[in-house]
């Protein structure tokens, strides 16, 4: 059984989120190219070449998504914008019929008792950008920080919150060490500087909304719990600099100005010349902290270049994606997290899993992924007990929606969504959200 709102402090927030890209349908309303139309456009790259050019339609069916969120009472709803719906170039010309859309979409939130929180950046970067080296490139957080004033300008005055970038590390260590995300590149130049940009085009977003007097702005970054997959010496220092990388190296940056030593030696030589000194940018200070947390990884050593180690299966219950079900490693983070963030306050920004959906006599059962959201909400509850200044918790997802390289095979929402003709199905965590957020 779920834990109850009231189970909870007063005032904290209960969620759930989605993205631009998986969503809205970038078909429509005058969006540009992006670099996952491309990527997916390459065979190999995503499940039968699928793309988010539909997607759910919430673009048009928005209201109706608003709907399920007030009706599932949710405090919150965290969406994105789409830089290349915005502008479709990356850069200059400004795309109306987008911004009216998500002017809309603050509106309708607001009008049926929604908190906005507003993501700048969830990976659709416009396809002109990546033609110019995309995240290698320095200027990027000079057009990120165009394109945040653009947002911040039209929808500033009505956001409950803001964080200028989702999961820096996908866009950096998946996107382009290991390939499996756009660009889909695997070099180690391109991922520390890719990695280091990020963290320029954050601070540089915090610094334009702080100017223009937005507040309560934060940061998104997610975790995964890395653990020795044997009691070796090397295993451990194998599952060390998988946390350095994954965990550490992006809110070591923000917080304390300073990237993990393990990385060093490997990453210093790619890094952009003089990138000390852009931690003055970076480290630009916050009001929240948000953390994406939903696995674990046993690593172990392997033979071979650097990083030399491999994931192992563990022997936990997996979702429909593989990932082993560790409740405790949210808890972990939100103890260790606080390390580097002290008193601010933390939210659970995603959390939730892939499961299979067997739709009949139109309802969908899915009791494992109520235990899941019921395990993970009990260690948020044993964390705010001792003492963690954490605010709310978010569900991923609140639809079933494009989820990149899996296309549209893995469904996380708590509610289904029918791809041939998008009917919405609320799933019974669905419900049981709704009847354990009951005010």
Known sequence: MLPSRSSFPPGFLFGAATSAYQVEGHAFGGAGGTHWDTFAATPGNVVRAENGARACDHYHRWGEDLDLL???????????????????????????????FYDRLVDGMLARGLKPALTLYHWELPSPLADLGGWRNRDIAGWFGDFTEVVARRLGDR????????????????????????????????TARAMHHVLLAHGTAIKVMRGLGMKNLGAVCNFEYAAPADA???????????????????????????????????????????????FATIRAPLDWFGLNYYTRKLIAPAPGPWPAHREVEGPLPKTDVGWEIFPEGLHHFLRVVQEYTGELPLYVTENGMAAPDRLAAGSVQDADRIAYLAAHLRQCQRAIAEGVPLRGYFCWSLLDNYEWSLGYDKRFGLVHVDFATLRRVPKASYHALATALQR
């Open 70 to 100: 007030r009706a599932g009472n949710f405090d919150v709803y965290r969406f994105s914008t789409s830089w290349a719906r915005v502008m479709p170039e990356g850069r200059g010309r400004v795309n109306a019929e987008g911004l009216d």
């Open 232 to 278: 070796s010496p090397e295993a451990a220092a194998a599952a060390q600099l998988y946390d350095a990388y994954y965990n550490r190296f992006f809110i070591s940056g923000m917080f304390r100005g300073e990237y993990p030593a393990e990385l060093m030696a490997a990453f210093a030589p790619h890094l952009p010349e003089g990138w000390q000194d852009d």
């Open 159 to 190: 956001l409950w919150s803001a964080a200028p970038i989702n999961e820096p590390w996908c866009i950096g260590w998946l996107s382009h060490f290991l390939g499996q995300h756009a660009p889909g590149m695997r070099d180690i130049r391109a």
